[in-house]
């Protein structure tokens, strides 16, 4: 049964710096993996979405891993800003499932 | 603008009574999705449906039902054998089509409190 864990669990730091998050998961079967953001009270907001073939993706900022033999993905912020407190989730993909399997996310709080 | 909502924002009921919550999307996707979030926990899979007129449970879908007769619609029940029906509710949908990416994509969440 896929399992999916991240460390750490809440996470503050000063403006500008760089930060990484990390997302572990235990069976290497994935089809894809998906990292999101969500603000207090709110939805979740899709950020980045590796597939399964890929090794990284980027958007602006933000550049996001996939290791498959390791089980392991990385989401790394550049120069973080107060506007990226927030929750940041990964979700899982099996091959050959429709269902996700989320982690219980890192809560970020970038202080001013 | 292509989306999710999700109807009501806020809402209340008494121990007992069934309540449905609203998902509608308009970015015509096939898969559409129920979640239940705790706080200090992972989102958990409630219900989910591949196409219209078909729909699997999840892992926690025990005191849930749902339905799903327009592909744009899949609202889902809470009825009173739920027995902590209070938590956040998150819809979503994704694509299904081969070839395709399979993102999902989450409406704005109802919060039911239920006293």
């Known amino acids: 049964k896929q399992e999916v864990t991240q460390i750490p669990a809440a996470l503050s730091v000063p403006e500008g710096e760089n930060l990484v998050l990390n997302c572990s998961f235990t069976?290497?079967?994935?089809?894809?993996l998906q990292w999101f953001r969500q603000d207090p009270g709110k939805g979740l907001t899709s950020l980045l979405l590796?597939?399964?073939?890929?090794r990284e993706q980027t958007s602006g900022r933000l550049n996001a891993s996939l290791d498959k033999s390791s089980g392991r993905s990385t989401l790394y912020i550049a120069a973080s800003q107060p506007g990226d407190s927030a929750t940041y989730l990964c979700?899982?993909?099996?091959?050959?499932?429709?269902?996700?399997?989320f982690g219980t996310g890192t809560r970020l709080k970038v202080l001013a | 603008d292509g989306g999710i909502t999700q109807s009501p924002k806020y809402l209340f009921r008494k121990e007992g009574q069934n309540v449905t919550l609203s998902c509608e999307q308009n970015?015509?996707?096939?898969?559409m999705y129920w979640y239940r979030q705790d706080p200090g926990q992972g989102l958990r899979l409630i219900y989910y449906?591949?196409?219209?007129?078909?729909?699997q449970k999840g892992d926690i879908a025990e005191g849930y039902s749902v339905s799903r007769e327009k592909k744009e619609s899949f609202p889902l029940t809470v009825t009173s054998a739920q027995k902590n029906p209070t938590a956040f509710y998150l819809c979503?949908?994704?694509?299904?089509?081969?070839?395709?990416?399979?993102?999902?994509?989450f409406g704005p969440g109802t919060r039911l409190t239920v006293t």
């Open positions: 449906s591949q196409i219209v007129n078909d729909f």
């Open positions: 970015l015509n996707h096939d898969a």
């Open positions: 069976d290497s079967a994935i089809y894809n």
């Open positions: 979503a949908s994704s694509t299904q089509d081969r070839g395709t990416i399979y993102e999902q994509y």
């Open positions: 590796i597939q399964s073939s890929q």
């Open positions: 979700a899982v993909r099996g091959s050959g499932t429709y269902k996700y399997i």
